[in-house]
């Protein structure tokens, strides 16, 4: 995307006729007209994303929080035990989500709203205009969050995000009207719901019917938290933040199979970021990016599958794409289709993913790129010289304002002072230490690890574009 003489040929193409649009940053793409509506007649996608939700339903071992729709899902379709977003943030994770690209090459580095102000650059073709051009109809049911407008257009945005009460059954209400004026049309359907994400007034509240509530007691306290009791207070509002998400995604299932849906669907439900706590969310700590992901597709074999393959949210719009058999953007997208191994337990290619942080509000700058095996992870801390900063909705939680005051807290195992002073390099056995504190990178012993792991690092910020890559 850095070759300079292409978009000079690509202007003089388009001068002279042979293209329609070719942005700069692109690939060269003829306009074929037999791709144009070569979706017309495949198959449907829902689309789940959950806003701040860690590892926490059943499906994931949390047997202390009432996930049964999710848990049911789990059951019918594959749950990725090893699924990663590649930024902890949330414009820039469903940046991922929509683009299939990291957001250091899409350029939405960090929040959308407010003077945060970030874009996605021009020549992104996300998956709504992708499936469009195939002839697919697209709405929103939620949060969107991404800039500019026109890059992420819809044909419905309906119930869009707003501060307050969190209504999923007029969520659902509205994605089933959809669904009945589409019982014959192939269709792209996102269902974006703003819980768990705190609100002003906490974990926010329903319109509707009270869910369920938690016992302070029996919270299953993060690994990368104190043990505090305004902690676990907190973790019960989030408890109960998604169990009303559990109720909404059930809700609009029930939607898929009335309308007579189902087996014409690919449903795939995951979190943007990490739980909104300290040390999980904005971090590339795995509290940060290894979420949940259930994919359900009608084509399968099996079901209830667990499978340990490293998969990434760059992953997502090639599984879309191969799904709806739509045509592929005019540039080289970095992941791979999810669904030849839905039926796997085990896919041993799939054996590491990148992680690649920004900004998350635009004062909030810390640049981060990581590489995750199965054994290692390491963080390249591209501005260790800062304070690492903390987010304003983590910063107002009770959460943090119980750690702050309290002087013998810390987080987990890690000391307030590591978690805002951060080394240039971090290098965590996740095998034997996951709570990724023990830092072996100044460690002589795993110095050709440390060396290994920085040179692939390196070769990804250089083939992925990143402007923060040395020349």
């Not at 070759?3 to 649009?21: A, D, E, F, Q, W």
């Not at 059951?75 to 949330?90: I, P, Y």
């Amino acid at each position: 995307m850095k070759n300079r003489s292409l978009c000079i040929l690509l202007s003089l193409l388009v001068c002279l006729g042979y293209t329609k649009s070719v942005s700069a940053g692109t690939k060269l793409q003829t306009d074929n007209p037999a791709n144009k509506f070569r979706g017309k007649n495949s198959r449907n996608v829902l689309l789940i994303i959950a806003d701040d939700q860690g590892l926490d339903m059943g499906a994931y071992g949390n047997d202390a929080i009432s996930t049964p729709n999710l848990d049911k899902l789990a059951k019918t379709g594959t749950t990725f035990t090893n699924g990663f977003a590649t930024v902890s943030s949330c414009s820039p994770s469903r940046a991922v989500i929509y683009s299939g690209l990291y957001s250091h090459t899409n350029g939405m580095y960090g929040l959308a709203h407010d003077v945060h102000n970030q874009h996605l650059l021009p020549w992104v073709q996300t998956i709504p205009a992708l499936l469009k051009r195939n002839g697919y109809s697209t709405c929103l049911v939620g949060k969107k969050h991404i800039l500019p407008e026109q890059s992420l257009h819809f044909d419905e945005e309906l119930a869009p995000e707003k501060p307050g009460p969190r209504n999923v059954e007029f969520m659902a209400g509205e994605a089933g009207k959809f669904l009945r004026s589409h019982l014959k049309k192939p269709f792209f359907l996102v269902v974006a719901f703003s819980d768990p994400h705190r609100a002003e007034e906490g974990f926010g509240s329903s319109d509707s019917s009270k869910t369920s509530s938690y016992d302070p007691s029996k919270v299953i306290v993060p690994r990368q938290l104190p043990d505090l009791p305004a902690v676990r207070e907190d973790l019960c509002h989030y408890y109960e933040a998604i169990s009303r998400l559990d109720k909404g995604v059930g809700l609009v299932e029930a939607a898929l199979q009335k309308n007579g849906l189902k087996e014409k669907t690919l449903v795939i439900y995951l979190s943007d970021n990490g739980r909104p706590f300290p040390g999980a969310k904005t971090n590339l700590y795995d509290d940060g990016i290894h979420l949940p992901l259930v994919v359900v597709s009608p084509k399968q074999q099996n079901h209830g599958v667990r499978n340990d393959a490293m998969v990434s949210w760059i992953d997502i719009v090639p599984t879309i794409l191969q799904w709806t058999n739509a045509a592929q953007p005019s540039y080289k997208l970095p992941g791979h289709s999810l669904l030849p191994i839905l039926d796997e337990e085990h896919s041993s290619d799939w054996d590491r993913i990148f992680a690649s942080h920004s900004f998350h509000e635009i004062n909030q700058y810390f640049p981060m790129r990581a590489i995750r095996t199965r054994q290692y992870k390491y963080i390249a801390n591209l501005a260790y010289q800062l304070p690492y900063p903390v987010s304003t909705d983590i910063q107002q939680s009770p959460t943090w304002k119980a750690i702050i005051s309290t002087p013998s807290a810390q987080l987990g195992h890690r000391t307030l002072d590591a978690f805002f002073h951060r080394p240039p390099e971090e290098l965590y056995d996740v095998l034997k230490d996951p709570d990724e504190t023990h830092n072996l990178a100044g460690d002589p012993s795993f110095q050709n690890v440390v060396d290994q792991m920085r040179a692939k690092l390196k070769k990804f910020q250089q083939e992925t574009d990143d402007p923060w890559s040395a020349p």
